[in-house]
T-cell receptor, first 114, second 117 residues
Framework: KAGVTQTPRYLIKTRGQQVTLSCSPISGHRSVSWYQQTPGQGLQFLFEYFSETQRNKGNFPGRFSGRQFSNSRSEMNVSTLELGDSALYLC?????????????FGSGTQLSVL | AQKVTQAQTEISVVEKEDVTLDCVYETRDTTYYLFWYKQPPSGELVFLIR??????QNEISGRYSWNFQKSTSSFNFTITASQVVDSAVYFCALSETQNSGYSTLTFGKGTMLLVSP
């Protein structure tokens, strides 16, 4: 089984631009969660999608949004980029059918905002 | 509010030494789950263990062992006879059910383990 795939691996953007990151979960997994990892704040939960619906949302501004498609692939979008948005964005998948199950993570997208 | 504290930012050991990574958590819930994940340089987090709040039995898996103590709200991780391949960042995480009825993970800041030959 293929693992969680995130594209692109690296992105460089400038302030004010917007960016879209993509995540393909493990086949059969219907839940996709997104995390932001920075040296200062560590790993922070952004949101979780299950069957195209957002189930949970972290404490991030509205510039951060996401969606999930019928094939469970997910995208997250960040609009009006700020320098502080530079981070590793990690996506994780799970079956989503039981609570507290383990997550399978992708290798992340490293976003640099200049 | 929930919180996970990993007080050790970085630990350096020499191969074959034993090393313990500390994790202290805070939660008001009586039912919760604790996790450990490993993040190698490639970036993806790899699941190591999950423990629920009702199971305080210690667990051993090869060179890895975990000590869960509810009385001190700690869930420590020990690597016995460390190897260079154990070098990574290790995260402790707490899972709690949200108002949505579904759970989310809160991670500690991580402990970077460097094992030198």
């Amino acid at each position: 089984k293929a693992g969680v795939t995130q594209t692109p691996r690296y992105l460089i953007k400038t302030r004010g631009q917007q960016v879209t990151l993509s995540c393909s979960p493990i086949s059969g997994h219907r839940s996709v969660s997104w995390y932001q990892q920075t040296p200062g704040q560590g790993l922070q939960f952004l949101f979780e999608y299950f069957s195209e619906t957002q189930r949970n949302k972290g404490n991030f501004p509205g510039r951060f949004s996401g969606r999930q498609f019928s094939n469970s692939r997910s995208e997250m979008n960040v609009s009006t980029l700020e320098l502080g948005d530079s981070a590793l964005y990690l996506c994780a998948s799970s079956t989503g059918t039981v609570n507290n199950e383990k997550l399978f993570f992708g290798s992340g997208t490293q976003l640099s905002v200049l | 509010a929930q919180k996970v504290t990993q007080a050790q930012t970085e630990i350096s050991v020499v191969e074959k030494e034993d090393v313990t990574l500390d994790c202290v958590y805070e939660t008001r819930d009586t039912t919760y789950y604790l996790f450990w994940y490993k993040q190698p340089p490639s970036g993806e987090l790899v699941f190591l263990i999950r423990r629920n709040s009702f199971d305080e039995q210690n667990e051993i898996s090869g060179r890895y062992s975990w000590n869960f103590q509810k009385s001190t709200s700690s869930f420590n991780f020990t690597i016995t006879a460390s190897q260079v391949v154990d070098s990574a960042v290790y995260f402790c995480a707490l899972s709690e059910t949200q108002n949505s009825g579904y759970s989310t993970l809160t991670f500690g800041k991580g402990t970077m383990l460097l094992v030198s030959p």
